[in-house]
């Protein structure tokens, strides 16, 4: 679901222009775009064994559950290679997504240039989380591979990986997980699917089609 703010802001159409020229640089595998998301996933076992599905019946389910706890998962998707990867942690925290961002550059993209981030405004999303996750050495080493860009407030819909988080969550989360170790083989699997088939996605809103569709976000300039 797209979430607009009410009203003209700046601040919004700034970050919304400078992600959407991101999305429309030339491909470049020394400097590849990589989109970064997290949720929350809530961990639910069952009272009683659900009933298997049969010819004509779905499984059916008791209505009594128990809470598990969370479960968190971050979402890194590279859009041009139709790559991504999922990790599932049990906190979200500032050190997590330090180090969730260090194996991708350690990792798939240690002999790029570059890493372009694109990512919402969560307080984790700095790089100074770094600095908490390891020593000043290295902090610095990862900072300075990164290019980072933030989504608008009010903006998820700019970020791609909004959108592999849906389809994670609409293809394999859409029922009673109940502790993490299933939740990290099920997620595997589905990770593995996409990426065998290089699932990519294509970006076509422009900088150009925001200054017509949302043109009201955009202030007034009096002379």
Same mark, same amino acid.
């Given at each position: 679901?797209?979430?607009?703010?009410?009203?003209?802001? +700046?601040?919004?159409?700034?970050?919304?222009?400078?992600?959407?020229?991101?999305?429309?640089?030339?491909?470049?595998?020394?400097?590849?775009?990589?989109?970064?998301?997290?949720?929350?996933?809530?961990?639910?076992?069952?009272?009683?064994?659900?009933?298997?599905?049969?010819?004509? %019946?779905?499984?059916?389910?008791?209505?009594?559950?128990?809470?598990?706890?969370?479960?968190?998962?971050?979402?890194?998707?590279?859009?041009?290679?139709?790559?991504?990867?999922?990790?599932?942690?049990?906190?979200?925290?500032?050190?997590?997504?330090?180090?969730?961002?260090?194996?991708?550059?350690?990792?798939?993209?240690?002999?790029?240039?570059?890493?372009?981030?694109?990512?919402?405004?969560?307080?984790?999303?700095?790089?100074?989380?770094?600095?908490? +996750?390891?020593?000043?050495?290295?902090?610095?080493?990862?900072?300075?591979?990164?290019?980072?860009?933030?989504?608008?407030?009010?903006?998820?819909?700019?970020?791609?990986?909004?959108?592999?988080?849906? +389809?994670?969550?609409?293809?394999?989360?859409?029922?009673?997980?109940?502790?993490? %170790?299933?939740?990290?083989?099920?997620?595997?699997?589905?990770?593995?699917?996409?990426?065998?088939?290089?699932?990519?996605?294509?970006?076509?809103?422009?900088?150009?089609?925001?200054?017509?569709?949302?043109?009201?976000?955009?202030?007034?300039?009096?002379?």
């Amino acid at each position: 679901m797209w979430c607009i703010p009410p009203t003209a802001s +700046a601040e919004f159409v700034y970050h919304m222009e400078d992600v959407l020229d991101v999305y429309h640089r030339p491909s470049d595998p020394q400097h590849p775009v990589v989109c970064l998301d997290e949720a929350t996933k809530q961990l639910i076992g069952e009272v009683r064994e659900p009933l298997p599905a049969r010819p004509g %019946e779905v499984e059916r389910c008791d209505c009594e559950y128990v809470r598990n706890g969370t479960a968190t998962l971050f979402v890194a998707v590279d859009p041009v290679a139709g790559w991504r990867e999922v990790t599932v942690t049990d906190h979200r925290c500032r050190t997590d997504w330090a180090h969730f961002v260090k194996e991708l550059l350690d990792g798939r993209y240690r002999d790029v240039d570059t890493v372009t981030l694109v990512m919402d405004q969560l307080n984790t999303h700095s790089p100074a989380s770094f600095y908490e +996750a390891f020593d000043p050495a290295e902090a610095k080493r990862l900072t300075d591979k990164l290019e980072i860009h933030h989504t608008p407030k009010h903006g998820s819909w700019l970020n791609i990986a909004e959108i592999e988080l849906s +389809a994670l969550s609409r293809q394999c989360l859409d029922r009673r997980i109940a502790d993490t %170790e299933i939740l990290k083989r099920e997620v595997e699997t589905w990770k593995a699917g996409r990426n065998d088939a290089k699932t990519r996605v294509r970006w076509r809103f422009t900088t150009a089609n925001a200054r017509i569709k949302l043109h009201r976000l955009y202030p007034s300039i009096k002379p």
